[in-house]
């Protein structure tokens, strides 16, 4: 064998056999996984003080005409509270009157002059601006004084108050009898009030929660009206709460 040819055949053994034991460290080295750690730091359950103080503003859908006492909305949510935190006490005080417009309940708060003491404010207000015909700005000007006071009574916390949504009395008999076929009319300028209410508490960093689509069903569901034909009834309100609830325990928590 020539000693060129012979370098060569030596030169292309030893890159196989360097290959070889390349691969047979390879097959032999141990991967070890990272070990997964899992998170130490978890979503504190605050535990709530011993009494919880709710206040409620509004009207005739916070004192709930034509239900019972235990049957209206606050009440209920009330009871639906002490049921989830047995070990907390809740105090309610209402203050609402059928027909009470924004400027009546600016007025009945200034008289009352409650203490700010409360860890939680609900507010529904404005039907009877729409109902009496008053002119929208005395709304606009009204709604934003009462949240403001909803937040003082909070201890100054917005994330205390709640805001609802008017409910549409155009889809009770009430609406499509006495009003005289109004009901579009009423609906729209219904309408009109929620949209400014749900766009100043987006603005301001307050919940908004909407319940009007529930009094919509009125007509199809003659169970969500009180007898008078006007008002949600009990089941109505059950509905309310169930759609608050989950903002209602974020608020308290905080």
């Known amino acids: 064998m020539k000693p060129h040819f012979k370098q060569i055949v030596i030169v292309i053994l030893s890159i196989f056999l360097l290959s070889c034991s390349s691969d047979e460290a390879t097959s032999q080295t141990v991967i070890t996984p990272v070990p997964i750690i899992p998170p130490t730091t978890q979503v504190p ?131 499509t009898t006495q009003m005289q076929g109004q009901g579009t009319k009423i609906s729209n300028e219904i309408n009109q009030y929620n949209r400014f209410a749900e766009n100043y508490c987006i603005t301001n960093e307050v919940v908004f929660t909407s319940i009007t689509d529930i009094t919509q069903q009125g007509l199809s569901n003659t169970k969500l009206v009180a007898q008078d034909g006007l008002h949600p009834s009990e089941l109505a309100y059950s509905l309310f709460v169930e759609r608050i609830l989950p903002k209602v325990k974020l608020a308290i928590q905080n």
């Open 45 to 175: 359950n605050t535990p709530l003080p011993s009494t919880i103080n709710y206040l409620a503003l509004g009207d005739s859908y916070t004192i709930g005409q034509s239900v019972c006492e235990t049957c209206r909305y606050p009440e209920q949510l009330k009871s639906s509270l002490k049921t989830i935190y047995p070990q907390t006490s809740f105090s309610l005080k209402i203050i609402a009157a059928t027909g009470w417009t924004t400027s009546n309940l600016i007025s009945a708060i200034k008289t009352q002059n409650p203490d700010p003491n409360y860890d939680l404010v609900t507010l529904l207000i404005g039907v009877n601006n729409q109902y009496q015909g008053r002119d929208f700005s005395i709304y606009e000007k009204e709604f934003p004084e009462l949240v403001t006071k909803a937040i003082t009574l909070a201890k100054g916390n917005k994330k205390s108050v709640i805001v609802l949504s008017i409910p549409d009395y155009a889809y009770t008999p009430f609406g």
